[in-house]
């Protein structure tokens, strides 16, 4: 009996398929541990930074991979797949997906159909990620670790779930970190032996590149969970308690404009006046100056003046 549960809890970990439909229990609290190992592991990775040492070539690469993968999850994961603020052609939607899947948070489907969710259901006890309704920590990191949320919600990503390559990136979202941690090591152990002037090794790219860039990426971004709805002033009065944070939108890129965008959340800027730092917003001002996407949909004057509050907390 043991045997067959460790077994299907592997099975899971390799194919997100076998996982039992996402429910909208929100006391859903079973967590699936074999199923959460790499994300314990990915922390306990980092610390290797002990025995792999620093070095600029190191920082450099994890760096520039939180960059990439933090715009792919802001502006693809969350504005194109979750909302829709934007049109692209098929190959660059894969594309990015590819990129935002290294960034260890499951497939385009699993992840916009949660967050699909999020906002039909926000800050109610249904939401499974409010600090309101289950607490800081449940919200932070506890809700995907739990079996009822594991698989994706397919029913509320329809528009996505008919492209067969997108599907593939969920069903087995192990795949492309697992191509990249093995790319990392590789490249380090190249150029330990083509460019020692560099003063790196398999192992430091692998602990840097994608054992602590990855883990900061993820709490920078769990913090719009657990934080963005709690601190922060409120320009309008939406329905939740979402919060705009400068200091989480730089973080992460606009996203700590999260009261600006439960507002109007189609919209492909989230900072909404000139002041208010948007990076993904620039980034995709530049994809679509390139020609790579198209039609990004702005904030209607009407809907950016009403409905203020400008309460400050």
């Known amino acids: ?44 990775g980092c610390l ?3 025995w792999v040492g620093v070095g600029t070539t190191a920082i450099a690469v994890a760096a520039s991979l ?48 949660h967050h699909r969710h999020h906002h039909a259901h926000s800050d109610r006890h249904t939401d499974v990620h409010s600090a309101r309704a289950h607490g800081f920590l449940w919200s932070h990191l506890g809700w995907f670790l ?43 152990a190249c150029l330990e032996q083509t460019m020692p002037g560099l003063g790196t090794s398999g192992m430091q790219l692998f602990v840097w590149g994608f054992c602590v860039s990855t883990v900061v990426l993820y709490h920078a971004t769990f913090a719009i969970n657990s934080l963005a709805h709690g601190r922060g002033a409120r320009r309008y009065a939406t329905r939740d308690e979402s919060r705009n944070n400068l200091w989480l939108a730089l973080l992460t890129f606009g996203e700590g404009w999260h009261n600006n965008h439960h507002h109007f959340p189609g919209a492909a800027r989230q900072g909404f006046y000139w002041w208010e730092v948007d990076l993904s917003y620039y980034g995709l001002r530049l994809l679509a100056a390139l020609g790579l996407i198209w039609d990004l949909r702005a904030v209607p004057a009407e809907v950016r003046a009403a409905g203020r509050s400008d309460e400050k907390r």
């Open 66 to 113: 939180f960059v990439l993968r933090m715009f792919a999850i802001t502006a693809f994961y969350h504005r194109y797949f979750s909302h829709r603020a934007f049109r692209t052609s098929r190959a660059i939607q894969f594309a990015f997906a590819l990129f935002a899947a290294s960034a260890v948070q499951r497939g385009p489907l699993w992840w916009a159909s």
């Open 146 to 188: 739990a079996r009822e949320n594991f698989a994706a919600r397919l029913h509320l990503v329809p528009d996505l779930a008919r492209y067969p390559e997108l599907r593939w990136l969920d069903r087995f979202d192990v795949v492309v970190p697992v191509v990249l941690a093995v790319l990392l090591y590789g490249l380090g």
């Open 1 to 44: 009996m043991l045997t067959d549960r460790l077994k299907a809890a592997l099975r899971r970990w390799i194919d997100s398929e076998t996982a039992e439909t996402a429910t909208a229990v929100p006391d859903g609290r079973r967590i699936d541990w074999p199923r959460v190992l790499p994300f314990v592991l990915l922390h306990v």
């Open 48 to 50: 290797g930074v002990i």
